[in-house]
């Protein structure tokens, strides 16, 4: 018996045109979100040429900010953004450490979903608010700190002396309040990337740990800490591209010293953003160039740190690529 | 011959030996800093007090195991409760914060010419019972409804696009949106002062503000939808395909209804994430202290602006309406973000 002469039919998807106008529309808007990056770093670059050909190089090495004559370049400020960040990490970083394991290993059960909602939260205060908060309640009470530091561990290190000690003003507006100030706006990040990787350790080790005799402190040291390394690291540099960039609050605690920072407990010192916020509006040409040249050199900082971070962070966490 | 048998471990958290030390260390660590803090230091303060209180805790705490108990014990108690500090270190920031712009905003934020008046005809000086954010209030308003209205559609598209269509691209947009939210918010400002006022001579205005705020609001939004459609569950897509739909279909249909609520919260997280926006905003609203609706045309001044100028008058009265700013934009952050969360939870129930 042969079958009816009917041809096969054929069931090789084409697509419909509604699909293919929808496939389009999501691509393109997805390469519209691609090219604002790209766009950011043309227009920085373009409008920060005429900065750039006055200085050339010299633009990262100078510390002085005088457009007027052509000398001018953002190694104080640089070493300022860097300076603050850095104290804002030695406060970030064992504080987020610390409250990360404690919310992925120590706290109630019941408490942790409410906890991880608080850290976002306090993420998502505005850099604003911590401004107020860090120049009204936090410099008061770090002004003793700093003179006590001062007093005590400055004859041995000579970087933490300050003049003019007498007077409680000399110890406002340093880098080390902006840098703590800062320090408790990025704990929240670096908690939040930590406290992800932690609770990814895996079950079955923690249990093996736990049943050759390990106390909790084995548990974190042997299985949740070496297993959350990268997460550690990632969550500091993360931390750090927050630091990096972070405007109001350090410009309103601050008081604007064009200079490299030297003694950090001394009032006064620069960062590149408030930098671009006390000027932009006060400068034209040349000047208005270079602080487009500074924000350029802001913007390729921390996408290399925050790059940096990407790939620590994304080597402890599976595939999450779609085909 | 049988050894002798060691005392029982108790192994539960909680027990009369573990409170007691517990209580035994507390009590220790209060009497020491009260006795040290009135007599000896010159600690006056409350935080310096609690700093050394918390100190001393630790150190008689792990004195209090190891002798009662063992070296191991004393290590592993000592951990815990450093860590335990920590948390709850993060967590007293987060209400100090909370709670001082409370005490300090609230007086400002009672009297009704706050939310009905400008600070147009004000000055810094003047009491609290003139001048207010209408300005600043509407600002915000337009600027973040602007921003929202680029961002979202766009934000969602690309989210779509990430995993619902995906391909070569899909890796590189996913690297460039990770690395956009990372971009800081003056770099975002400086970006669109250099396009719109330098390039193409626009003045700066609420519009130019709403931009860069776009920029800072659509990583959030991508980011947050991904991971919501992410959630969505294979099978359904399936049934939809195996039941004859288009992909445009099942998109329309099936994955962005049930991913409804989990989109509305990344919608939440992205507003909530910009409403305070600083940065961004000083380089390209322009400030006026005079009510301007107009986004398109002359400067605008929204919530975080108007804090930033209030605050740097060295005047009780200017300060005291920034910190009532303030303790506006952070209710309204706090709001949005639990409603956020109420959201996201019914979505997993």
């Not at chain 2, 192994?11 to 209060?30: C, K």
């Not at chain 2, 006795?35 to 303060?45: E, H, N, W």
Request: aromatic share 8%; hydrophobic share 55%; charged share 10%.
């Amino acid at each position: 018996m042969t079958a009816a002469a009917t041809s096969r039919r054929e069931i090789a998807p084409s697509s419909t045109p509604a699909d293919k106008a929808f496939r389009g529309t999501v691509r393109g808007a997805a390469v519209l979100a691609l090219s604002v990056m790209g766009l950011i770093g043309v227009f920085l670059f373009l409008r920060a040429l005429p900065a750039l050909q006055v200085t050339g190089w010299r633009f990262l090495t100078t510390a002085e900010w005088l457009p007027g004559v052509g000398h001018f370049g953002v190694a104080a400020v640089l070493e300022g953004t860097i300076l603050i960040a850095g104290i804002a990490l030695l406060v970030a970083v064992p504080v987020g450490f610390g409250a990360s394991i404690w919310i992925a290993e120590y706290a109630p059960r019941h408490l942790r979903p409410a906890l991880v909602s608080l850290v976002d939260l306090m993420a998502a205060v505005p850099s604003i608010v911590y401004g107020l908060w860090g120049f009204f309640f936090v410099q008061p009470h770090l002004i003793p700190v700093s003179r006590w530091l001062s007093e005590n561990l400055g004859p041995a290190l000579p970087f933490l002396r300050v003049d003019n000690a007498e007077t409680d003003s000399s110890f406002a507006s340093s880098a080390f309040i902006a840098g703590c100030v800062v320090g408790v706006m990025v704990v929240p990040t670096v908690t939040s990337i930590m406290r992800e990787v932690f609770s990814q350790a895996p079950t079955g080790e923690r249990e093996a740990a736990l049943a050759l005799g390990g106390t909790q402190w084995a548990v974190v040291r042997r299985v949740v800490v070496p297993f959350g390394r990268s997460g550690i690291i990632g969550g500091s540099m993360l931390g750090l591209g927050r630091a990096l960039g972070e405007t109001v609050a350090v410009y309103l605690i601050i008081s604007p010293v064009f200079a490299v920072t030297t003694h950090p407990l001394q009032s006064g010192t620069h960062t590149i953003s408030a930098l671009i916020a006390t000027l932009s509006t006060e400068s034209s040409g040349v000047a208005l160039s270079g602080l487009l040249a500074a924000g350029l050199v802001l913007f390729l900082f921390t996408l290399l740190v925050n790059a940096g971070a990407a790939v620590v962070v994304n080597r402890s966490r599976s595939g999450q690529v779609t085909g | 011959m049988t050894a002798p048998t060691a005392r029982r471990r108790r192994t539960d958290r909680w027990n009369a030996d573990t409170v007691s030390q517990l209580v035994a260390a507390g009590v220790g660590a209060v009497s020491l800093t009260w006795v040290l803090s009135a007599r000896v230091l010159p600690i006056g303060r409350v935080a310096e007090a609690a700093l050394f209180g918390m100190v001393t805790f630790v150190v008689l705490y792990g004195v209090c195991v190891a002798s009662s108990d063992s070296w191991f014990a004393a290590r592993d108690r000592v951990a815990a409760a450093l860590f335990t500090i920590a948390g709850l270190l993060l967590f007293a920031a987060l209400v100090a914060v909370v709670s001082f712009t409370a005490v300090r905003g609230y007086q400002a934020v009672l009297h009704i010419n706050f939310w009905t008046e400008t600070t147009a005809t004000t000055g810094p000086a003047d009491p609290l019972t003139k001048g207010g954010v209408l300005a600043a209030l509407v600002g915000t308003l337009e600027q973040v409804g602007i921003a929202a209205l680029v961002s979202v559609p766009l934000g969602l598209a690309t989210a779509v696009y990430l995993n619902e269509v995906g391909g070569r691209l899909a890796r590189t947009v996913r690297t460039v949106i990770d690395a956009m939210s990372a971009v800081p918010g003056i770099v975002a400002g400086l970006f669109v002062f250099a396009v719109a006022v330098l390039t193409l001579g626009y003045s700066r205005s609420g519009l130019a503000a709403a931009i860069a705020l776009a920029i800072e609001m659509l990583p959030v939004v991508t980011r947050t939808g991904e991971v919501v459609l992410r959630l969505v569950p294979e099978p359904l897509r399936e049934a939809a395909y195996a039941l004859g739909s288009t992909q445009w279909q099942t998109v329309r249909k099936v994955v962005l209804p049930t991913a409804r609520t989990g989109l509305v919260t990344a919608v939440l997280l992205g507003v909530a994430r910009v409403i305070g926006e600083t940065a961004p905003v000083l380089l390209t609203s322009g400030f006026t202290a005079e009510l301007n609706a107009d986004p398109a045309h002359g400067p605008q001044v929204s919530l975080p602006l108007f804090i930033f100028t209030e605050v740097r008058f060295p005047l009780d009265h200017a300060i005291s309406r920034a910190f009532g700013a303030a303790l506006v934009l952070l209710t309204v952050v706090i709001v949005l973000f639990t409603a956020a969360r109420l959201l996201g939870r019914k979505k997993l129930s």
